[in-house]
């Protein structure tokens, strides 16, 4: 209606009415209600200014939690979007943390593989890139297998990569060694390091932050396209899928490629903010970890992905330094008197949580947010 | 038929190791035709439809679609040569809002790389708004306004059945194969997809297969039938014709009631079933 008032050429939302648009581009949008718009506004200041609010050993937890969720997101595409089981994610974060390492090695250490391109703006896309390259070669297998055949060879591909991790020495330093991470450097600023104003934990974990926010854009991007429904419709129901002209293996293979390169990314970013790569890092426990983020958060959502991965990385704050303390039987070391070791303890609350969402809330964090907004939007009335 | 048909089976055998699904089955369908494909359960209806739209390969013989062969030729090429098709049992994209479904069905209109789609960019916000309008035709075209931003799954099945014609339309596509638009439907929404497929013939020029239990139907609307018996077709012709040859009544009704059909029809259509040496007076 407002579109037929005199002297507005462009319409505006009435007010009260959120979901009354008067153009498909108003539909269209990203953001399509004040809400929303308000909502991720708050969202994004409130995350930058926790750099303020918290210790840096909270905001070295929340980086690796910000770097986790860009792998997460990634694993989210593949498998939550377009329904392709894959265990095999840790191959492809290792992939990307060893690409990023080498490319901005030291070339003088005769050692280890070393480019010296120490900036952040080269060695993180080439990571994504030679990760995604990775996927693009795995993902014909991927045309051909379906559900728990593709989990058991995409499984194998971890076991593959820890073995080339393990014994090439030269790209990884060996087992017990590793080797430096890429360069915290961004255009030349050297973030790691403090500043006058801001600590390096800090700068890290706004850099960090401003990437995930970026990454999380281009994903729901790709959801909310032809693509992403193009994905959706190869997991709900591929024959209909190519029936309806949708390339089943271009789709998968496009699945594959960029899921492998969020995950690069995610692996690169990772040893920013853990400066050490230790090759026997990237085994099945890494993926399963990535699937309860997945699971915990939320399928087929990129909120539910980083929310996961922000809950698991705090978890392990928990598990590692808290329980430990309140708890003498469980201890990050096997001692005599040590029932259950950090570890032993994650690996049953991963499994745990799993079982506990897929049975109580199978939509994940995300969903619980879906309740919690759809309690507010009708309250005081329940419905 | 005097222009070129659209679509040429000539002489398909289909065979799933050992049971022939179709036996030396053809037929033209040309432009505006509303061809029909009626038989007993089993006769080998939808396996005609999965030959044409690149599911099954034939043994034997050819499918030319506007002049190419579509033997061997994968399902979503054939899909974008001009294929659309709707399925017995519904199969949408569940989780999908009906926009998304409408979309999905203009897949191959919407070219844009996974790049532009990341970035968001001119071309692909470009080509989501103009395809999301062409959808709002359809929407209005088959009247499911009210629908557009429910998920699939929560509608009922009859509007499930029209969504999916809708996504065969979003295709433009210029052959329709439409397998049992309405089976299970009540009266009202048979009628409703009547006049659906009747506005489709008259106002899109589609031609359409339509592969139908619903005799009533079938001979209201069909411009000609084939019936399919065990795979074997047994007859082709306009409605009125095929109604009174003996062998589709012979399959309809059993062996040997073709003659006394008018007297008998009624009990042996229950009687079917049966052996006929049950049914024999």
């Known amino acids: 209606?407002?579109?037929?008032?005199?002297?507005?050429?462009?319409?505006?939302?009435?007010?009260?009415?959120?979901?009354?648009?008067?153009?498909?581009?108003?539909?269209?949008?990203?953001?399509?209600?004040?809400?929303?718009?308000r909502g991720v506004a708050a969202l994004a200041v409130a995350g930058a200014l926790l750099a303020l609010a918290l210790t840096d050993d909270w905001l070295v937890i929340l980086a690796r939690g910000c770097a986790l969720a860009i792998g997460a997101i990634g694993l989210n595409l593949v498998t939550g979007y377009a329904g392709q089981v894959s265990l095999g994610h840790a191959f492809f974060v290792g992939v990307g943390a060893y690409t990023a390492s080498a490319l901005s090695g030291d070339p003088a250490d005769g050692a280890l593989i070393g480019l010296g391109v120490r900036d952040m703006a080269l060695w993180l896309p080439a990571a994504g890139a030679v990760a995604g390259l990775a996927g693009l070669l795995v993902a014909p297998i991927a045309?051909?297998?379906?559900?728990?055949?593709?989990?058991?060879?995409?499984?194998?591909?971890?076991?593959?990569?820890?073995?080339?991790?393990?014994?090439?020495?030269?790209?990884?330093?060996?087992?017990?060694?590793?080797?430096?991470?890429p360069a915290p450097q961004l255009l030349g600023w050297r973030f790691a390091e403090g500043s006058a104003l801001l600590t390096g934990a800090q700068q890290t974990y706004l850099v960090l932050f401003a990437l995930l926010c970026l990454f999380a854009l281009g994903g729901r991007n790709l959801a909310r396209s032809d693509v992403g429904r193009a994905f959706a419709a190869v997991r709900d129901r591929d024959i209909a899928a190519s029936i309806i002209g949708v390339d089943l293996r271009r789709t998968k293979l496009a699945a594959f490629t960029v899921?492998?390169?969020?995950?690069?990314?995610?692996?690169?970013?990772?040893?920013?903010?853990?400066p050490y790569v230790e090759p026997g890092s990237f085994n099945l426990n890494l993926s399963v970890q990535f699937i309860a983020m997945v699971l915990i958060g939320g399928v087929a959502t990129i909120s539910g992905s980083i929310m996961g991965a922000l809950?698991?990385?705090?978890?392990?704050?928990?598990?590692?330094?808290?329980?430990?303390?309140?708890?003498?039987?469980?201890?990050?070391?096997?001692?005599?008197?040590?029932?259950?070791?950090?570890?032993?303890?994650?690996?049953?609350?991963?499994?745990?949580?799993?079982?506990?969402?897929?049975?109580?809330?199978?939509?994940?964090?995300?969903?619980?947010?879906?309740?919690?907004?759809?309690?507010?939007?009708?309250?005081?009335f329940s419905y | 038929m005097t222009a070129d048909p659209v679509l040429v089976v000539?002489?398909?055998?289909?065979?799933?190791?050992?049971?022939?699904?179709l036996d030396g089955v053809s037929f033209a369908v040309g432009p505006r035709d509303l061809f029909a494909v009626i038989g007993p359960n089993g006769a080998g209806k939808t396996s005609i439809f999965n030959v044409v739209s690149g599911v099954y390969r034939p043994q034997q013989g050819s499918v030319r679609f506007l002049g190419d062969d579509l033997v061997?030729?994968?399902?979503?090429?054939?899909?974008?040569?001009?294929?659309?098709?709707t399925f017995q049992n519904i199969e949408l994209f569940a989780n999908l809002t009906v926009i998304d479904n409408?979309?999905?069905?203009?897949?191959?209109?919407?070219?844009?790389?996974?790049?532009?789609?990341?970035?968001?960019?001119?071309?692909?916000?470009?080509?989501?708004?103009?395809?999301?309008?062409?959808?709002?035709?359809?929407?209005?075209?088959?009247?499911?306004e009210q629908y557009r931003r429910s998920p699939v799954g929560l509608l009922p099945y009859g509007v499930q059945k029209r969504v999916e014609l809708g996504r065969a339309l979003a295709m433009e596509p210029k052959l329709l194969l439409l397998d049992e638009p309405v089976a299970g439907m009540n009266l009202e929404e048979t009628e409703d997809m009547a006049r659906f497929l009747l506005d489709i013939r008259d106002e899109l020029d589609i031609p359409m297969i339509l592969v139908e239990h619903d005799m009533g139907l079938v001979m209201d609307l069909a411009d000609?039938?084939?019936?399919?018996?065990?795979?074997?077709?047994?007859?082709?012709?306009?409605?009125?014709e095929v109604q009174r040859h003996p062998d589709v009544l012979r399959a309809y009704l059993g062996e040997e009631h073709g003659a006394q059909r008018d007297v008998r029809a009624s009990a042996l259509a229950t009687a079917a079933d049966r052996p006929p040496s049950e049914v024999r007076p």
Request: with cysteine; hydrophobic share 45%.
């Open chain 2, 102 to 144: 409408l979309l999905l069905g203009r897949h191959q209109h919407l070219r844009y790389g996974v790049g532009a789609a990341v970035a968001w960019s001119g071309r692909a916000r470009r080509a989501e708004l103009a395809n999301r309008a062409a959808v709002e035709d359809i929407v209005d075209f088959l009247e499911i």
């Open chain 1, 259 to 274: 899921s492998s390169f969020y995950a690069g990314v995610c692996g690169a970013l990772l040893y920013v903010v853990t």
């Open chain 1, 1 to 37: 209606m407002t579109a037929l008032l005199p002297g507005s050429s462009r319409p505006r939302p009435l007010r009260g009415r959120p979901d009354l648009h008067t153009s498909y581009a108003a539909e269209m949008a990203l953001l399509n209600t004040p809400g929303k718009r």
């Open chain 2, 10 to 21: 000539e002489d398909v055998r289909l065979d799933f190791s050992g049971v022939r699904a």
């Open chain 2, 72 to 85: 061997g030729v994968r399902p979503d090429v054939i899909a974008r040569r001009g294929v659309g098709r």
């Open chain 1, 311 to 380: 809950f698991l990385a705090t978890l392990l704050r928990v598990t590692q330094e808290i329980i430990p303390r309140l708890l003498p039987f469980i201890d990050t070391a096997p001692r005599r008197d040590t029932l259950l070791t950090t570890t032993q303890l994650e690996t049953i609350l991963y499994g745990l949580l799993i079982v506990v969402f897929l049975i109580a809330e199978p939509r994940g964090l995300y969903g619980i947010w879906v309740r919690i907004r759809n309690y507010w939007k009708g309250w005081p």
């Open chain 2, 224 to 240: 000609r039938v084939l019936v399919l018996d065990f795979g074997r077709p047994i007859a082709v012709g306009p409605p009125t």
């Open chain 1, 143 to 181: 045309t051909r297998l379906r559900g728990l055949y593709l989990a058991i060879v995409t499984l194998g591909l971890v076991f593959l990569g820890e073995h080339v991790f393990r014994e090439w020495t030269a790209l990884t330093g060996g087992v017990g060694v590793g080797r430096p991470g």
